[in-house]
């Protein structure tokens, strides 16, 4: 059970250049997410799914796609990067307990990207 | 959607002394407010959450409290050791979907 695995661990961009951060879960987990987090903000929220073929917006969405065409898989897409996607990107991931969110979350290791 | 905001952003303390961090959320449908604990290169860890059905929770040197009305939660370590400095994250579901964090809280224990 490898639990939820991101790639890549680092990454180095060029303003404009496009990339897909990866993120697989094999917990068969219903529920995942995608955060980034910079210095004095916490973990912010860019996309969710609460299952395959379901995504949504979360608080920072701008800039960023995802989709989920299987349970085990929530691809990160950065359309055109910009310095200010700079960050340390986590992938989530949760069973849920009925129809909502009320267990925990487990996290990938993270992707460090540097966008120049 | 959910608010989700924690204080203090630091916290520094005594080997053997107790911390306490407190969270406010604005959502009062929420009921499930887990704690993270986050150690340096690392992804976030889970360390105890409650349920609203519930006041408190205790696991050896760390509980939480929850104030349902007030709209607030509180997260306590005793007998602090030096392996408890990390940063700490609480949280709050969106609409029962995913979870929005708070900005985090950097505990150092010296000893």
């Known amino acids: 059970n490898a639990g939820v695995t991101q790639t890549p661990k680092f990454q180095v961009l060029k303003t404009g250049q496009s990339m897909t951060l990866q993120c697989a879960q094999d917990m068969n987990h219903e529920y995942m997410s995608w955060y980034r987090q910079d210095p004095g903000m916490g973990l912010?929220?860019?996309?969710?799914?609460?299952?395959?073929?379901i995504t949504d917006q979360g608080e920072v969405p701008n800039g960023y796609n995802v989709s989920r065409s299987t349970t085990e898989d929530f691809p990160l897409r950065l359309l055109s990067a910009a310095p200010s996607q700079t960050s340390?990107?986590?992938c989530a991931s949760s069973p849920p307990r009925g129809p909502i969110l009320n267990t925990e979350a487990f996290f990938g290791q993270g992707t460090r990207l540097t966008v120049v | 959607g959910e608010n989700v905001e924690q204080h203090p952003s630091t916290l520094s303390v005594q080997e053997g002394d107790s911390?306490?961090?407190?969270?406010?959320?604005?959502?009062?449908?929420?009921?499930?407010?887990?704690?993270?604990?986050?150690?340096?290169?690392k992804g976030p860890q889970l360390i105890i959450d409650i349920r609203s059905n519930v006041g408190e929770k205790k696991d050896q040197r760390i509980a939480v409290t929850l104030n349902k009305t007030a709209k607030h939660f509180s997260l306590h370590i005793t007998e602090t050791q030096p392996e408890d400095s990390a940063v700490y994250f609480c949280a709050a579901p969106q609409a029962g979907t995913a979870l929005i964090f708070g900005k985090g809280t950097t505990l150092s224990v010296s000893s």
């Open chain 1, 44 to 53: 912010r929220l860019i996309h969710y799914s609460v299952g395959a073929g």
């Open chain 1, 88 to 90: 340390v990107y986590f």
């Open chain 2, 19 to 41: 911390a306490v961090i407190k969270c406010t959320y604005s959502d009062s449908a929420s009921n499930y407010f887990p704690w993270y604990k986050q150690e340096l290169g």
